[in-house]
């Protein structure tokens, strides 16, 4: 029974002072041998730890899959990368990710060279950054919530007022009550997603621009076809909805028939066009809409651009590359 199928002294002496378990395996898949790390870490004898003997470490409900990763890994003589929880010298068992590669001897294939790292504390982080996300999600769940509800309430304040308002009055109200019910549509997605950690902006649009159609403002609003997508947290999601919302209000207060929304990538960043067909921003909107805009863009993280031409105007949401 070989040693170490490299017969090299001083290969087994850096094998053996090497923090990595390691082994080796003959061309059938049984181990021939394995560095001093994995046997303290074992804590059993050589011999039985070689052919098969060290899966009795494996602990039984991944021993089935890590077999068939091995074997097919035989099969097909490539490299492959298993997880699987491995018995210490203390009973206690410990997360490995184990690889291994193929390697020949004498231009024939001889078998697999491999090495086992403990990532028992990764696995735990991951699973204590999860829950924390978990946590997150729910806590932001419950904030928009009730947003939502704070602004179902001052929507039927709003009602209530305008019943005794003069006609000027009620034009603002109405315009006042339209941006309500916006961000009430914004934070309706939200709280419908399956998570707000990470939302499509794509996804975003899609459910709140056919109720947008429905509140009368005399345009048409056109979201062209992409392969592209903006994925944003849900925060920015959320100012991201209001900034195009105020963008549609103000191209249709300035006589603009259609609103065509589409994404494009360019030069490594991320932009939102809203380009409008007839009409113009006056001066009025300059003063309040647009401040508006750019104030939600910046809660989003976008940079506005708003530029007019014989079309009509045309306003630019840019999400540089972070």
Known sequence: ?????????DVEAFADHSPVMMWSADSTGAREWFNRTWLTFRGRAPELERGFGWTEG???????????TLREAHRKREAYEVEYR???HDGVYRWVLSR?????AEGQFAGFLGSCFDITDHRANEEKLGDALIERDALLREVHHRVKNNLQTLMALMRFMRRSASQEGREVLDILNLRLVTMALVQKHLHAA???TEVSATGMLDAILPELRDMGLGMRLVLEDTDDDLILPGQATAYLGLAISEAILLFSQGGSKVCHISFEEKGGSQTIVMAGEGGALDDSQVLLGQRLVRQYARGAGAVVDIAHDDK???LRLTFPRS
């Open 86 to 88: 491995l018995r210490r």
């Open 58 to 68: 494996v602990h039984p409900e991944d021993l089935p899959h890590t077999l068939d």
């Open 1 to 9: 029974m070989p040693i170490s199928p490299l017969h090299n002294k």
């Open 194 to 196: 399956d998570t707000i």
């Open 100 to 104: 291994g590669n193929p390697y020949e």
């Open 312 to 314: 009509g105007p045309c």
